[in-house]
């Protein structure tokens, strides 16, 4: 599976890039709003291998799909689309990026990719995301994508010593449909 844009491709992942996935994943900057406090081989290898193992499953329910340069074949991060279950009318969206790429307009790019994705071939009625509160990079990436706040969930999650809120974020078909957006992706 691929899907393109104008500036990216986001394909299946591969074995060989883990040592990538372990760059970015190993910076403070992206560590910052996750509980992990650093990231070893062995475990961005068998996240990899996870994402790979999805790739195979049937009926498959997750769709997260590695982020290239579309020029270069440089690997930046990750961005997908979760079913529920098989046949799901609703699913969740995600993604990462190498801190080395922010504030360039790609998460936001593939992310429109994969809603295009998620509402057209999964046919799905609703995505939703969720962004550690403190997070306003992830969180103007969803207002961006036309998402809408549905809440906030006060101290939800509890890691570096303390509690974070996270918003929940949704967007429906009939709302992505009607937005004035690039979607030849």
Avoid at 56 to 68: D, E, G, S, V
Wanted: hydrophobic fraction near 35%; include cysteine.
């Amino acid at each position: 599976m691929e899907l393109t844009t104008q500036r990216l491709r986001l394909r299946e992942f591969r074995e060989d890039d883990w040592l990538a996935v372990l760059a970015y994943q190993s910076d403070p900057l992206y560590l910052r709003y996750y509980e992990w406090t650093e990231r070893t081989p062995e475990d961005v290898r068998a996240f990899v291998g996870w994402q790979i193992d999805n790739q195979r499953r049937q009926p498959r329910t997750q769709y997260q799909l590695a982020i290239t340069l579309r020029d270069s074949g440089e690997f930046i991060g990750n961005c997908g689309v979760r079913l529920t279950a098989a046949g799901s009318h609703e699913a969740d969206m995600g993604y990462e990026l190498s801190p080395a790429q922010w504030g360039r307009g790609y998460a936001t790019e593939a992310g429109r990719a994969i809603l295009n994705f998620g509402f057209g071939q999964l046919g799905v009625h609703r995505v939703w995301a969720h962004a550690i509160a403190d997070n306003a990079g992830s969180a103007n990436v969803l207002t961006k994508l036309g998402m809408q706040l549905e809440g906030r969930l006060r101290d939800k999650e509890f890691f570096k010593g303390r509690y974070w809120d996270t918003l929940i974020y949704a967007i429906l078909e009939p709302e992505w449909r009607a937005r004035p957006q690039e979607r030849d992706t």
